[in-house]
T-cell receptor
Framework: KAGVTQTPRYLIKTRGQQVTLSCSPISGHRSVSWYQQTPGQGLQFLFEYFSETQRNKGNFPGRFSGRQFSNSRSEMNVSTLELGDSALYLC?????????????FGEGSRLTVL | AQSVTQPDIHITVSEGASLELRCNYS??????LFWYVQSPGQGLQLLLKYFSGDTLVQGIKGFEAEFKRSQSSFNLRKPSVHWSDAAEYFC????????????FGPGTRLSVLP
């Protein structure tokens, strides 16, 4: 069974640009959540999608957005990039039905903003 | 707001020695509790989880954790550390029946001496 797949793995952008990251969850998983990992702030929850609807949102500015498609694949977008957006962005999937289940993480997309 | 504390930023142990990583959480009710491990450049892998029942839970790679409600703790243990256990370890909590909004601790980096 394939795991969570994130693309691209690495990318470099400049300030002011925007970026789109993609996540394919484990087959059968309907919940996808996104986390930002930085040395200073650690792992922080961005948002969660379930059945194409945003179910939870973390404390991030509106420049961070996401969506989920009918096949459960998800994308997140960061507009008007800032230096502080440099981070490892992790996607996680779970079955998602009902309460909290364990998260299965992808290897992440490492974003560097210059 | 819920929070997770991992008092030890970095721990060094000799191969074959025992290990205990500490985790304390602050939350209004007993949440779901998890331990994840992250190797350099990789995503997070679930070691074990506690939902309810027996307070001593067994995980993969020979790890176990004990939930102590009175101390709001969920410490991770391993009787004999292997060099391949060198990684970063994250404790996480998630509110019951509230989706995938996990709160992670800051992590403990484990180094293993030969």
């Amino acid at each position: 069974k394939a795991g969570v797949t994130q693309t691209p793995r690495y990318l470099i952008k400049t300030r002011g640009q925007q970026v789109t990251l993609s996540c394919s969850p484990i087959s059968g998983h309907r919940s996808v959540s996104w986390y930002q990992q930085t040395p200073g702030q650690g792992l922080q929850f961005l948002f969660e999608y379930f059945s194409e609807t945003q179910r939870n949102k973390g404390n991030f500015p509106g420049r961070f957005s996401g969506r989920q498609f009918s096949n459960s694949r998800s994308e997140m977008n960061v507009s008007t990039l800032e230096l502080g957006d440099s981070a490892l962005y992790l996607c996680a999937s779970s079955r998602g039905q009902g309460g909290t289940g364990e998260l299965f993480f992808g290897e992440g997309s490492r974003l560097t903003v210059l | 707001a819920q929070s997770v504390t991992q008092p030890d930023i970095h721990i060094t142990v000799s191969e074959g020695a025992s290990l205990e990583l500490r985790c304390n959480y602050s939350y209004g009710a007993t949440p779901y509790l998890f331990w994840y491990v992250q190797s350099p450049g990789q995503g997070l892998q679930l070691l074990l989880k506690y939902f309810s029942g027996d307070t001593l839970v067994q995980g993969i790679k020979g790890f176990e954790a004990e939930f102590k409600r009175s101390q709001s703790s969920f410490n991770l243990r391993k009787p004999s550390v292997h060099w391949s256990d060198a990684a970063e370890y994250f404790c996480a909590v998630a509110p019951k029946n509230y989706g995938q909004n996990f709160v992670f601790g800051p992590g403990t980096r484990l180094s293993v001496l030969p």
